[in-house]
């Protein structure tokens, strides 16, 4: 088979390059990125399998490639690939689901702490003073790998209570203080809400126009999910008027870099981040492990 590794994963993959199950496979690996329609066209021209991160791969390019037969996605989220086109051509999608878990995690709680200490307001002139991660309630929003390790880290903090949404309960993480509420009465209730879901044709403004309505007033916002799940006209009139104190975000509608005149970058209520919350090289080991892992299996079988 030919195989494509259509960009870096920016990890060193020679050790999983050199295993013997490739050994009677072609194997291209591309070291520069590329968003180019023509160039991924021709990157992935005769290939059977593709390993990608989060490069768009919609069906104008795939379908151009008429002897594709998996794609192994180095990413968590699948919103990028053009699932349908993949389901109609018995093309196999495999992801690395969890490889961030632990990222993204860490960077929500970042978000949190910067909140909190009114990061920005502060600067080397200006003393603001803050709160303490206490006595608050926060909303997590999605219960999957991302929110239950978000939930791990906050339980070194005394005398928070956490609020859960998620599709299905988790009786197993309930306690005290660690509380399921229906997805209304976490928005009335919790100063600080927290978004771990995929987006998906559910999830697109998941946070609209009813929900900002019901949020208390002054609640901190964060994102690191995808941007589509909080409508950003909704948004803005909720920043404009401090019915959101902050929003944190490190996703946007639209993958970055974003342009000079983005308007969520002119508020000083917002703070983001360029979709950094996956990017540790902790992270980029452990994709590159999952995806190969699946890859073998994949060839084996």
């Known amino acids: 088979m030919k195989i494509v590794i259509l960009e870096p994963l920016e990890t060193d993959i020679s050790p999983f390059l050199n295993n013997d ?24 021209d005769n290939a059977d399998i593709v390993i990608s991160d989060n490069t768009i791969l919609s069906e104008e390019i795939l379908s151009k490639d008429k002897n594709l037969k998996a794609l192994f996605i180095a990413f968590s989220g699948l919103d990028h690939i053009d699932l ?72 070194i903090f005394k005398n928070l209570t956490i609020y859960y949404y998620s599709l299905s309960r988790h009786y197993d993480i309930e306690k005290e203080n660690v509380i399921y509420k229906n997805k209304e009465d976490l928005l009335k209730e919790a100063d600080i809400i927290s978004l771990h879901i995929p987006l998906n044709g559910n999830t697109i403004n998941f946070l609209d126009e009813k929900e900002f309505f019901l949020m208390k007033k002054g609640v901190i916002l964060i994102n690191t999910a995808r941007g589509k799940i909080v409508s950003k006209k909704v948004l803005i009139k909720s920043l404009d008027n401090k019915k959101v104190s902050l929003y944190l975000s490190d996703v946007f509608e639209k993958e970055p870099p974003l342009d000079d005149n983005y308007d969520l970058l002119k508020y000083k209520n917002v703070i983001t981040t360029p979709h950094i919350g996956f990017y540790t090289k902790e992270a980029m080991k452990k994709r590159a492990k999952i995806i190969f892992g699946k890859l073998y299996k994949y060839l084996k079988n």
Not at 24 to 42: A, C, F, G, P, Q
Not at 103 to 122: D, G, H, Y
Not at 132 to 143: A, F, H, S, V, Y
């Open 84 to 155: 349908k086109y993949c389901k109609e051509k018995n093309i196999d999608v495999f992801n690395a689901s969890g490889y961030s878990s632990d990222a993204v995690a860490q960077l929500t709680l970042m978000f949190i702490l910067m909140a909190l200490r009114k990061f920005n307001e502060l600067s080397y002139k200006n003393k603001v003073i803050g709160n303490e991660l206490t006595n608050l309630k926060i909303g997590l929003i999605g219960m999957g790998n991302i929110g239950k390790e978000v939930l791990s880290l906050l339980s």
């Open 21 to 44: 199950i490739l050994n009677n496979h072609e194997v291209i690996s591309y070291k520069i990125k590329s968003t180019k329609k023509d160039e991924l066209i021709k990157r992935i």
